[in-house]
């Protein structure tokens, strides 16, 4: 039985603890994920183990702050897995920018979802805020999932240029990407007394057993 969980436009199978949304784009699969309909509804499933939002989720984050009507900016779209549940999410009153640096992932990040209207792709690099200005707005959320060793520069530097004042960003720090050498634990603190300068952390999870050394946090714009 699908019923609404305590995230907003987010469902769940308590039963068998799987997330779902409701499929904006009826018919089409971003990714090999399993539909499910009830009551004239379809649902996908949100795979936690493809998704880092989803792991959040299901460790007990109580509130991603991602709403319908709502202007997202995501920073290391890729393919689209994690990005076409965050467009059923902000639903048709919504809008996604979903950024991604390389041209052959864009490729399928435009295949798999087309026909979401709410999704403008945008080849980018996050780091160059000056440039996606051009092609921006400011946003309601800005969530970023970006696999680079200054990933937490390129999450406070677009926060200041695009996030609207009160807003939320959400950010799944890949800590083998920052620093090889040290373990993860270490590098957790260490973006946490970053992020702490600069915004109010919300919420902090770490991603095991879903996704090996990655933890998400969640901020609040001062």
Not at 86 to 103: Q, T
Request: net charge positive.
């Amino acid at each position: 039985m699908i019923t609404k969980s305590k995230i907003f436009e987010v469902y769940e199978d308590k039963a068998s603890r799987k997330l779902y949304t409701l499929n904006l784009n009826p018919g089409k699969k971003v990714y090999d994920e399993i539909f499910a309909v009830q009551n004239n509804s379809e649902y996908r499933e949100w795979n936690p183990y493809k998704s880092k939002l989803a792991a959040a989720i299901l460790n007990n984050c109580t509130n991603i702050f991602l709403r319908k009507g709502h202007i997202v900016l995501y920073l290391g779209s890729a393919s689209g897995t994690t990005a076409s549940h965050v467009s059923d999410i902000a639903n048709k009153d919504g809008f996604v920018f979903a950024v991604e640096i390389s041209p052959r992932v864009m490729k399928d990040l435009i295949f798999n979802c087309n026909g979401r209207q709410n999704i403008g792709a945008i080849l980018a690099d996050a780091n160059n805020t000056k440039a996606l200005a051009e092609r921006m707005s400011i946003v309601d959320v800005i969530y970023q999932d970006i696999a680079q060793k200054n990933q937490v520069e390129i999450f406070l530097k677009n926060i200041n240029a695009f996030l609207k004042k009160d807003g939320y960003a959400i950010i799944a720090v890949k800590a083998r990407s920052i620093d090889v050498t040290k373990k993860p634990s270490v590098i957790f603190k260490e973006v946490r007394e970053k992020i702490e300068k600069e915004l109010t952390i919300v919420d902090y999870k770490n991603l095991e057993p879903y996704q090996k050394d990655h933890a998400m946090f969640i901020c609040k714009k001062k």
